[in-house]
């Protein structure tokens, strides 16, 4: 079983039982305040597991095993299957945190500010999957065809640095900006060929889907 199926399943029992268990949800949520405070660090990291209902939970899911399925299996590809794995893990759990980094110091006063979900992390697989498969088209709904896919991480990324400070729709989109930032980092950072194979492929291949 792949990593990605393990995580889906981990994260929707996980989500399920908050569902269920108000008390749960309230002590894994991302709540700044409680981290400055009493020093819950945990909650950078167990927030990415709980979801606010199903459409939230399904939604980021989808978007994990659609994109984590293949960096996974190219990080197994370039460094070996149990390392390669092992790489997946630490830069999906990794992503998490650090898509909350942001708002955790911008709301460490703030009490009632409170934020959970896997969106940062799968913001930042999907950005490693661009960095590997940039000309790939995407459907972005309702739009009725394919946009080649490193087109729409840059509309993603400008959109969620737009929203994030001019938005009042209560979704975490700075932990989208900084998760998908984090991605990119993260596997650029583990060999630079892929980085160069990007750019290699953006300035001398012609988009397809």
């Keep these: 079983m792949s990593i990605t199926i393990i995580l889906i399943i981990i994260t929707g029992l996980i989500s399920y039982q908050a569902f269920n ?19 819950e660090y945990y909650r950078l990291l167990s927030s990415g597991f709980i979801h606010a209902n199903w459409m939230h939970l399904g939604l980021n899911m989808y978007v994990l095993w659609l994109f984590g399925t ?31 980094l942001f708002t955790h110091y911008k709301h460490k006063n703030n009490s009632y500010y409170a934020a ?19 000309w790939n088209g995407l459907m972005i709904f309702p739009i009725p065809f394919f946009i080649p896919a490193v087109i729409i991480g840059v509309l993603y990324l400008v959109y969620s640095s737009w929203a ?46």
Excluded at 116 to 134: E, M, Q, R, V
Aim: aromatic share 14%; proline share 3%; charged share 15%.
């Design 116 to 134: 959970l979900g896997a969106s940062g992390a799968t913001s930042g697989i999907l950005f490693s999957y661009i960095l590997f498969n940039p």
């Design 21 to 39: 268990d108000a008390a749960l949800k309230n002590k894994l949520v991302h709540r700044p305040y409680l981290e400055h405070k009493d020093k």
């Design 164 to 209: 994030s400070k001019n938005s009042r729709d209560n979704i975490g989109h700075d932990a989208h900006f900084y998760g998908a930032v984090f991605g990119l980092l993260f596997t650029i950072a583990l060999d630079s060929d892929i980085l160069v194979n990007f750019l290699n492929t953006i300035m001398n291949e012609s988009p397809y889907w």
């Design 70 to 100: 293949h960096v996974e299996t190219r990080f197994a590809g370039l460094f070996g299957e149990l390392q390669g794995r092992l790489l997946f893990i630490v830069m999906y759990l990794t992503t998490i945190v650090a898509a909350s």
